[in-house]
């Protein structure tokens, strides 16, 4: 299994600033995942974490809204950019380690509140 | 596109005894890996068990066990001797084999466990 660390656990942020949250992992991954989970919800992606190149978004998710880097193969970031209270959610990243045989891992998220 | 279905909101169960949770799942694939992941509240995602589509054998995990239909499309959990700890939601996962990792979740059951 991989061990990933997600910073921060929790913000509580201003309407129209920015969050970065970190995704570091113990072992190197050849795919790394953004999810939100909206209160209550199930999990939705927002994007795959590409080393090397763009992220790949998925439908609703846009690059100015939610950039993503991944300067290496244990490390990615995610900005919620511009936020408004709608983006009040969990922030879960996702591994899926070498060999995994299609494992996927998760963080333990992060807990974000928009005022 | 693939979609996952639970049709149980909420469920509970009396410690020690069983549970079923349903997954219903629609895909045009022939070979892919089901999932249920269990989220506790502290909101790690925690793999709970994973069927490959092309084993007839159904997977266990301890007190965990699914019933794999292929041709209905279902992919129910089974607990068993069911723990306070158990209390959580459920989700249920899908991951085509070519899909890189990426993960389709159903809209999950809460599960309650009760003294």
């Known amino acids: 299994s991989a061990v990933i660390s997600q910073k921060p656990s929790r913000d509580i942020c201003q309407r129209g600033t920015s969050l970065t949250i970190q995704c570091q992992v113990d072992?190197?991954?050849?795919?790394m995942f953004w999810y939100r989970q909206q209160p209550g919800q199930s999990l939705t992606l927002i994007a795959t974490a590409n080393q090397g190149s763009e992220a790949t978004y998925e439908s609703g998710f846009v690059i100015d809204k939610f950039p993503i880097s991944r300067p290496n193969l244990t490390f990615s970031t995610l900005t919620v950019s511009n936020m408004s209270p709608e983006d009040s959610s969990i922030y879960l990243c996702?591994?899926?380690?070498?060999?995994?045989?299609?494992?996927?891992?998760f963080g333990s998220g992060t807990q974000l509140s928009v005022l | 596109a693939q979609t996952v279905t639970q049709s149980q909101p909420e469920m509970s169960v009396q410690e020690a005894e069983t549970v079923t949770l349903s997954c219903t799942y629609d895909t045009s694939e022939s070979n892919y890996y089901l999932f249920w992941y269990k989220q506790p509240p502290s909101r790690q995602m925690i793999l709970v068990i994973r069927?490959?589509?092309?084993?007839?054998q159904n997977a266990t995990e301890n007190r965990f066990s699914v019933n794999f239909q292929k041709a209905a499309k279902s992919f129910s959990l089974k607990i068993s001797d069911s723990q306070l700890g158990d209390t959580a939601m459920y989700f249920c996962a899908f991951m085509g084999h070519n899909a890189g990792n990426m993960l389709t979740f159903g809209g999950g059951t809460r599960l309650m466990v009760k003294p």
């Open positions: 996702s591994v899926g380690p070498r060999g995994s045989n299609e494992k996927l891992f």
């Open positions: 069927q490959e589509a092309y084993k007839q």
């Open positions: 072992s190197q991954v050849t795919m």
